[in-house]
């Protein structure tokens, strides 16, 4: 739940006081090695978890603009408005 939901600092403690007083719920003394760990290891583990989610190609950079039409041989594809999209793939993990 704590790594799925990626949460902050405040979330933890919430959710781990949740848990001690949930009955057969963990002790102090485990949330507080819980919460350790989480704060030493939060970005390896939501990385790993990022990372497992992604099959196949990612997304890794997008840029777009739109432009307008100043010439052309036909007077009413003047000032259209032209959308241009350039989007750099890469497999995941490279």
Known sequence: SIASADMD???????LT???K???GITADQAAVIAKFWKNHRIKIHE???????WDNALKNMNWRV???SQSRHIDQINT????VE???????Q
């Not at 989007?87 to 993990?93: I, P, Q, R, S, T």
Request: glycine share 8%; net charge neutral.
């Open 81 to 84: 408005p032209v959308a241009i």
């Open 9 to 15: 600092l405040n979330q933890l403690e919430a959710f």
């Open 22 to 24: 949930k009955q057969g």
């Open 67 to 69: 432009d307008l039409k």
């Open 18 to 20: 949740a848990q001690t």
């Open 48 to 54: 790993s978890l990022v990372n497992q989610s992604c």
């Open 87 to 93: 989007m750099e793939l890469g497999k995941n993990g």
